[in-house]
Every structure is written in structure tokens, then in C-alpha cells.
């Protein structure tokens, strides 16, 4: 499941950071949506984010993608952004980039 945040947050990186032109940038989001379903963002999202964003101190908008992959049933959430193991209810973080010393 990938959020509609998520695809906005890496459609601003690869045209700002990587200067991707439109065409590359679309062609990653139709990737991207042919193997994950797509969560909008919505009302009831919000508020839970809000309540997430209360709660936990974190940013409002890593509480949007919470948000949508608890309404999800995510168990797991893929990023660099937050705290390696840290559990926000049923959601355990994880860094796809930590290195686990042997």
C-alpha cells in the first residue's frame, strides 16, 4: 500500500533533488500504482493524523502516511524518516537503509 502523500512526497524529490523531467516522474507513479494499491487521502484520514500528530510528536505529514497505513492494516512501515523498531499501534518502523552491524 503506498499513500497518495507518499507518491506527492517522492514526485517533489525526483523532479526537485533529482531533476527527473514529468514523462520519468509519471512513468515511476504508473509503476508504482500497478504494484500497490493506492490509499487517498481523505477526511477521516486527516483527523486520525491529527490525533497520530498529538500523540506521538511526530510531523503532521509522516502522520498522514501513519495514518493511511493503519486504516490499511499495515503492520510494517518502510522509511528512512522516522525511529528504526519504533511501534505506533499495530505499525512497526522500519529503515529499508539501516545496516545491522554482524
Not at 85 to 92: D, V
Amino acid at each position: 500500500m503506498v499513500s497518495t502523500q507518499v507518491l506527492n512526497e517522492a514526485s517533489n524529490v525526483w523532479l526537485k533533488k533529482y531533476g527527473l523531467d514529468i514523462h520519468q516522474v509519471k512513468s515511476y507513479l504508473k509503476t508504482i500504482r500497478k504494484s500497490a494499491e493506492v490509499r487517498l487521502l481523505n477526511e477521516t484520514l486527516t483527523f486520525r493524523a491529527l490525533e497520530l500528530f498529538g500523540r506521538h510528536k511526530l510531523s503532521f505529514y509522516d502522520s498522514l502516511i501513519i495514518a493511511a497505513a493503519l486504516d490499511a492494516g499495515c503492520r510494517t512501515l518502510y522509511t528512512e524518516d522516522l525511529q528504526h523498531g519504533q511501534r505506533i499501534e499495530k505499525l512497526t518502523i522500519e529503515d529499508p537503509f539501516r545496516h545491522e552491524n554482524p
